[in-house]
């Protein structure tokens, strides 16, 4: 850190005779002004997550003063996971509540600032969010204020595969769903329609009766966003035709394909094979297991006739309405199963043969799931039974559901703003999403002396009654309810309200209760007085911030701060823990507690000592919050140096 430092020192002069001498600096031309990049990045593949890192620059600082500005992020086209959480598939990067930007000035014009972001496998448009910069301080301005993040889209559209698909006749008419193959999901819905076409094979008719072998139909599939498993299926129904004495095939075909899928082009078959008197082949269920078993096997069976040819079963596992979700690479968050679509022999002299599905194990509290496995074709033998259905049964227990953390927020001065109260789900020391939706019901409530709730805009009101339901969907690892906050101007302390978490279903309780605290903003500035202390060479000593008040505190309160600064900050009571050394030990923890009558409150520092010829370094004291007071105030620390040039 500190040979940085001195790179930087010989970057802007050159040491002469014990002396640095460099050009002086250019008059400012103007306000010193912020402005912040755009960004572009792909967002990535699973479900893991990444940063997006943007650079803010400032333009004329002037000499001798640190300045700085907040920032925060908010969505356009990107969907926002709540300050806090943690990625999941719906959401494509955290969200950054109000933050301090690092001090900048002369030495340190640059700085960058980072956003979480959230990979998924989801084909889509790409999206955007952006950074917005405001409330610069030290007499700076805005210029460029927002930067835009854009999320490159890397996944393939989806394709839609409707493979040839056979029955045997019904005793009596029956609908057969036609298995539709999705390979991903989209962010939005996949469409298509379809139709029976006749061939000169089965008959077709309006309704079944006489010779008729299938009802004419047509219809639309649809598929759910961000699923692979239609909610409407392609259903046909199969008629009982008593003179029907071999095989007889119709076809379907396929058009209006929702823009976000690449549609098969060429028509599917489905053929009726002949009654066979409970001859052919059939597809057994398996037995149900769970999850965590690894596989479940399907046999394959000719029952009623002699196995004396060889026979090419073409099959294929599907999700089905089963509700289970498959893929053909690998296991992954929300996959069930690995589909499969191939084809086995059954040879001479063989009745049976098995199909091993591999089961995907997980940590997700899920309803019992389904897949079915599906003869497509078979030569030899007729197919008497041509899909097996598979029960996966869940053995994990429901995810805790807990309050992140206590909420604090500045009330503002007029109108209204929104608290986001923040709830995780968690198994096993992290966080879980669960398969089921979890609802829980959320109340607000007035705590003794604290805020009152009413009617915004009526004298007295801090907060808004919220009294909700609240429902975490599936896959979903938080969820946030907005207590709406009534701006004012009257100068107080900080306020809290209480709420509680009741009637939850399909979680466990963490904590039920929590405050959610409105911080003050209003009344007269503090002031905060440079201080210079010179560092020391072997000893470590204590130097000091005041924060003054304008005016008595007419109760007791706090001041809240943070620390940002060229410095280096070190942690505990050691100077040597931060890379290189540190430069100071924040002693004083925020918020500093004050009396009634105070007129200040003190912020210690530890100043590290050090042989290292160095610049002049300072940490910037910057005042988030006070009870009775404005907050905003500055105040530098600067750490002088008092060692000598080398050689």
């Known amino acids: ?136 301080v030290n007499g700076a301005q805005i210029g460029n204020g927002t930067g835009v993040g854009t999320f490159l889209d890397d996944d393939a559209a989806p394709s839609v595969t409707i493979p040839n698909y056979s029955t045997h006749e019904p005793a009596a008419p029956s609908t057969v769903t036609v298995p539709v193959d999705v390979s991903s999901a989209s962010s939005s819905a996949i469409t298509f329609s379809w139709a029976t076409v006749s061939t000169a094979s089965a008959t077709a008719g309006t309704a079944c009766g006489g010779a008729v072998d299938y009802v004419t139909s047509t219809g639309q599939v649809h598929v759910p966003s961000n699923s692979t498993t239609p909610d409407v299926t392609l259903n046909v129904t199969i008629c009982h035709n008593a003179s029907l004495s071999s095989s007889k095939s119709f076809k379907l075909h396929f058009t209006n394909y929702s823009t976000n899928v690449k549609g098969q082009t060429t028509d599917t078959t489905v053929t009726i094979t002949a009654p066979s008197s409970g001859k052919g082949l059939v597809v057994d269920d398996p037995t149900p297991v769970q999850e965590h078993t690894g596989t479940v096997a399907f046999k394959i069976r000719l029952i009623g006739l002699n196995p004396t040819m060889q026979s090419t079963i073409s099959y294929q596992l599907f999700d089905n309405l089963g509700g289970a979700t498959g893929r053909f690479s690998s296991c992954a968050n929300g996959i069930d199963y690995i589909q499969q679509s191939n084809s086995l022999v059954l040879h001479p002299g063989s009745t049976s043969a098995t199909v091993t599905a591999q089961l995907c194990d997980d940590t997700m509290d899920e309803n019992t799931e389904g897949f079915d496995l599906v003869i497509k074709n078979a030569t030899s033998y007729p197919i008497l039974d041509n899909s097996g259905h598979a029960t996966i049964l869940d053995d994990d227990a429901p995810p805790t559901l807990s309050i992140a953390a206590a909420r604090s927020q500045v009330e503002g001065n007029s109108g209204t703003s929104s608290m986001p109260i923040i709830y995780v789900l968690t198994a096993g020391g992290h966080t879980q999403a669960s398969a089921k939706p979890i609802t829980f019901a959320f109340d607000t409530s007035d705590v003794s002396g604290g805020a009152r709730s009413g009617a915004c805009g009526v004298s007295g009101a801090d907060y808004q009654t919220v009294h909700r339901t609240v429902t975490i969907n599936p896959g979903a690892k938080v969820g946030s309810v907005s207590v709406p906050l009534c701006g004012d101007t009257a100068v107080e302390a900080r306020e809290s309200f209480g709420y509680t978490t009741s009637n939850i279903t399909n979680a466990l309780i963490g904590n039920r209760l929590g405050t959610g605290t409105l911080l003050n903003d209003d009344g007269a500035g503090l002031t905060i007085a440079n201080v210079n202390t010179t560092e020391g060479n072997t000893t470590q000593h204590t130097a000091s911030l005041t924060v003054r008040f304008p005016s008595p505190a007419p109760s007791a309160g706090a001041v809240a701060f943070s620390l940002s600064g060229p410095a280096v900050r070190g942690s505990g009571s050691d100077c040597k823990r931060a890379p290189g050394g540190a430069d100071y030990l924040p002693m004083s923890v925020s918020p500093v507690s004050f009396a009634a009558g105070a007129t200040s409150v003190v912020l210690r520092f530890g100043v590290c000592a050090d042989t290292l010829f160095e610049n002049d370094e300072a940490v910037t004291a910057t005042v988030t919050n006070a009870d009775w007071f404005a907050a905003g105030a500055h105040g530098n620390l600067t750490i002088v140096n008092d060692d000598p040039l080398p050689g």
């Open 1 to 136: 850190m500190r040979a940085r430092r001195l790179m930087i020192m010989a970057a802007i002069g050159s040491v002469v005779g014990g002396l640095v001498v460099g050009a002086r600096p250019a008059a400012a031309s103007g306000p010193p002004t912020f402005d912040i990049n755009s960004v572009s990045v792909l967002e990535g593949n699973g479900n893991g997550s990444s940063v997006i890192t943007f650079t803010v620059t400032l333009s004329d600082p002037a000499p001798g003063i640190n300045y700085s500005a907040m920032w925060k992020t908010t969505p356009v086209t990107a969907s926002e996971a709540p300050s806090g959480s943690h990625c999941n598939t719906t959401k494509d990067y955290i969200q950054q509540l109000p933050t301090a930007l690092a001090t900048m000035n002369t030495a340190f014009p640059s700085a960058q600032i980072s956003v979480t972001t959230c990979a998924d496998e989801v084909a889509e448009a790409d999206e955007t969010f952006d950074v917005i910069l405001f409330n610069p």
